[in-house]
């Protein structure tokens, strides 16, 4: 498979786990994103003994709540660009490489791909392979962010606070965007699914709002710390990001975080 490139750089992933930063960034995503998945999960069956892959895993959060639900005869493989922050277990493998170009085992019950598809130019080809590692009746989740929807303000401590926010929106999507990413692919998921050939898809989207110093504003302002770089690339000051993170830890703030569209759809069970 080709990987696109943008720019100079390889397109792809706009965060990097190599980071100061990345820790805490990928603890928040766990904190505000792993209530509703593990539902989801659940609610598609997740039991013990089932073999489960984690793409992207980041800090594994999920890897490790997977390998309590589905031990001791299931196991969990995790396979990231740069695993260095999940966990191991006793029934946890952990992979090191870019989804694009690794083969994943086959005969998995679920498989798990949260706010990695939509980095990925080659998301569709992509969703094929993590199709074709399902066992017939395996559960495909695909979780991603719409960051289309941007009416995330529930209120605002001043104009200035909303104009920072809505310029670090601006700033860090349009790197994203510069990267590959597709910000609203996760509307785009449950057809793409179906066409694919997945039976039983469904989508779920969710959100909740955040005040300042929890959830999504710690999220945000880990975000501008890790691209602090190219945020002053798109024009933004450092005395404006400094005051944009005093914002984002001011609870007279309230966000809502990106919408969270979930799509579960389960292979055929005779292919
Ligand atoms: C935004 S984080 C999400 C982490 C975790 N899935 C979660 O939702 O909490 C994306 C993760 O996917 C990994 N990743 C990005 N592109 C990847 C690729 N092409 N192959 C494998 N992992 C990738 C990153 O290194 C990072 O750990």
């Not at 922050?85 to 679920?110: M, Y």
């Amino acid at each position: 498979m080709t990987t696109t490139t943008a720019g100079e750089q390889t397109a792809g992933y706009m965060f990097d786990n190599a980071t100061d930063e990345a820790a805490n960034q990928l603890r928040f995503l766990g904190e505000i994103l792993d209530l509703g998945t593990r539902r989801l999960l659940t609610e598609a069956g997740l039991t013990r003994g089932w073999n489960v892959t984690d793409v992207g895993a980041g800090a594994g959060t999920l890897t490790a709540w997977l390998s309590d639900q589905i031990a001791p005869a299931g196991h969990v493989t995790a396979v990231d660009l740069d695993p260095r922050h999940i966990p191991t277990g006793p029934n946890i493998t952990v992979r090191t490489g870019d989804i694009r170009h690794l083969t994943l085992e086959g005969a998995q019950q679920a498989v798990v791909a949260r706010l990695v598809l939509m980095h990925l130019p080659e998301r569709e080809q992509v969703l094929a392979q993590l199709m074709g590692a399902l066992a017939p009746g395996g559960v495909l989740v695909v979780a991603d962010w719409d960051c289309t929807w941007r009416d995330m303000i529930r209120r605002s401590p001043s104009p200035r606070a909303t104009e920072l926010i809505e310029r670090f929106h601006d700033a860090l999507i349009g790197f994203g965007e510069s990267r590959g990413a597709d910000m609203g692919w996760a509307k785009r998921a449950p057809e793409v699914m179906m066409r694919a050939g997945l039976v039983d898809v469904d989508s779920h989207i969710e959100s909740r709002s955040w005040r300042g110093g929890t959830g999504i504003c710690l999220l945000h302002r880990s975000n501008s710390i890790q691209r602090e770089a190219q945020l002053l690339d798109a024009g933004m000051t450092r005395d404006e990001l400094t005051e944009l993170r005093e914002v984002l830890m001011d609870p007279e703030l309230l966000l809502s975080g990106y919408l969270m569209h979930t799509t579960v759809g389960r292979r055929p069970a005779h292919t």
